[in-house]
């Protein structure tokens, strides 16, 4: 729960202002019954019933886009209800409002949403004690939100570049280890939830210290990067490469059984065998397959195509060894 806190921004701010919106309304909830203003105490009731469902909806689905949409949707017209009901006291839950829009969804939805919010306060007219009163608010709420959806986007933006460097290998330009750990335990959740089947391929070029100790890091680098182009070209959509660290690659495979990731392994390994090259000649891989297993973790998983990948290169390399087979691999030149 922590985890998903910490990784997911939006769900994260869901839950901050669900919680907060709560403590911050049961009190006025409980006064306005306490004085018989009924009507007023059911509005309360209501906002704090909606950012509830909200955040339930955001933890349970982990469609953030849609239930932040919503919570701004439901805090304005909380806001704006409120502001009519009760009159100039009401106002001032709309500025929190304004503001958190822009960290709930996107800057366009939330600047519709408060317009509307501000344009609906205003031609109601009640909550406001003269016209000077009613500018001053509108204008006030303009600079609010401004300033929100300045700082809103420069977080944006920064939160995305923190997330590029942290998830996306510089050299390759492929997903690194770490974005690997959170797609593989998706991936196992996925194939419990739904059945699909995963595979796993862990491939490791062969001999590659000599190329650099030969050719130099420049070169190594080439082929390192000549690799992920081969691969990705040659893999599905739905498919996933990821540096694994070093020479060492993961490729997660979508719905494939034992008997298509033969097929598609071999296709991979002829394709390598053809066109992956260094200055002095070709440049081979092992690799080490597994097929998720029912109720199977992701290290296990791993730990599974690891044991394969060492048979592969303990049994000579450039092989393809399955996990589970208990027989070495076949090499490219004997598939051809
Ligand atoms: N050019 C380049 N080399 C790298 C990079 N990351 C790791 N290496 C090199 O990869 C080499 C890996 O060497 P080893 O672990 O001995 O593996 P190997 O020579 O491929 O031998 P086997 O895997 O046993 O076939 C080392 O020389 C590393 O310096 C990189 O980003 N660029």
Request: glycine share 8%.
């Amino acid at each position: 729960m922590l985890y998903r806190l910490k990784t997911d921004f939006r769900l994260s701010i869901i839950t901050f202002l669900a919680i907060s919106g709560l403590v911050g309304i049961s009190p006025f909830a409980v006064m306005r019954f306490v004085q018989g203003d009924v009507l007023a105490g059911a509005v309360d009731l209501t906002i704090m019933f909606s950012v509830t469902m909200c955040m339930v909806y955001a933890w349970v689905t982990g469609d953030t886009a849609r239930s932040g949409l919503f919570m701004a949707v439901v805090a304005c017209v909380g806001a704006v209800t409120s502001g009519a009901v009760v009159g100039e006291a009401g106002l001032f839950w709309l500025y929190p409002c304004l503001v958190t829009s822009f960290f709930l969804t996107e800057p366009r939805y939330a600047v519709f949403i408060n317009l509307a919010a501000v344009i609906a306060l205003m031609a109601h007219g009640v909550a406001f004690s003269s016209p000077v009163q009613m500018w001053s608010f509108a204008a006030t709420a303009l600079v609010v939100s401004c300033c929100a959806y300045a700082f809103a986007h420069r977080n944006e933006s920064q939160r995305e570049r923190l997330e590029h460097l942290a998830t996306i290998d510089p050299l390759t330009g492929v997903k690194n280890r770490r974005s690997m750990d959170e797609e593989l335990a998706m991936a196992v959740a996925s194939a419990a939830r739904t059945g699909v089947s995963y595979g796993l391929v862990l491939l490791d070029i062969d001999h590659f210290k000599k190329v650099n100790d030969q050719y130099g890091h420049g070169v190594g680098d080439e082929v390192l990067r000549d690799l992920v182009a081969l691969i990705e070209k040659n893999i599905r959509r739905s498919d996933q490469l990821f540096r694994f660290g070093g020479e060492e690659f993961v490729v997660l495979m979508t719905g494939v059984d034992q008997t298509g990731l033969r097929t598609v392994m071999h296709n991979l390994q002829q394709i390598m065998d053809r066109f992956l090259k260094h200055p002095g000649g070709k440049v081979t891989a092992s690799f080490g397959v597994a097929v998720l297993k029912t109720g199977e973790d992701p290290e296990s998983w791993l730990a599974r195509a690891d044991e394969a990948l060492y048979r592969a290169k303990a049994s000579g390399r450039d092989q393809i060894v399955y996990a589970d087979d208990g027989v070495a691999g076949e090499t490219a030149a004997e598939i051809a």
